[in-house]
Each structure stands twice: as C-alpha cells, then as structure tokens.
C-alpha cells in the first residue's frame, strides 16, 4: 500500500509558475514509477508527466518544455515544477504511483487555477 498526499496547488496568473508536492508513505525508491495527471471539467483524466525508478522523465506534448517532474528518494516525495502556466493547465492535478505488482494508487487531488 501506498498513500499519497499532494500539496502545492493554487491560484495563479497566466505565465506564472507553481510547485505540487506528493508525499509517499514509503520510499519513492521502492515504487516502480510515479506520476501527475489533470482532470479538467467534463474532460478525462490525463496524464501529464511520469518519472520511473531510474528517474527518466516522460511528458505530454502539451507541457513539454514548461512542467518538469523531479523526485527527491531521501524525502519520499515527487515534484512537478509548472512554468509558463496557461488557464487551460486548469484542472484538478492527481499525483499516482505504480508498485512493482502494477497496483495504481492515487492522491486525493489539488486544485490549480490559472487566470488570464
């Protein structure tokens, strides 16, 4: 089992930046790979970046070259850097992870606005 606590999420305006947070409750190390996804009203949830054990990095073409997903293994947490928001990045972001027996476990979502 892993529980997952995102943070960071906010209002913000269009070409500003923002940090969510995701808290594990144990080693980021030992989960096979981590990630954001987006849900937007009345559209599917999206993946937006993933980060595997090894730390390879994979984007959608939508947030390529602004979001960069990092993890920090001493602190169990992953980060999703935003840059150059724009108000269609405005979705409720969901952080998820992936043990190695391919169990999907998800946080309970953060809010990020962006007006323009």
């Known amino acids: 089992q892993v529980q997952l606590v995102e943070s960071g999420g906010g209002l913000v305006q269009a070409g500003g930046s923002l940090r969510l947070s995701c808290a594990a409750s144990?080693?980021?190390?030992?989960?096979?790979?981590m990630g954001w996804y987006r849900q937007a009203p009345g559209k599917q949830r999206e993946l937006v970046a993933s980060i595997s054990s090894g730390g390879r990095g994979n984007y959608a073409d939508s947030v390529k070259g602004r979001f960069t997903i990092s993890r920090d293994n001493a602190k169990n947490t992953v980060y999703l850097h935003m840059n150059n928001l724009k108000p269609e990045d405005t979705a409720v972001y969901y952080c998820n992870a992936v043990d190695w027996y391919n169990h999907n476990y998800w946080g309970q979502g953060t809010q990020v606005t962006v007006s323009s």
């Open positions: 144990r080693s980021t190390s030992s989960i096979k790979a």
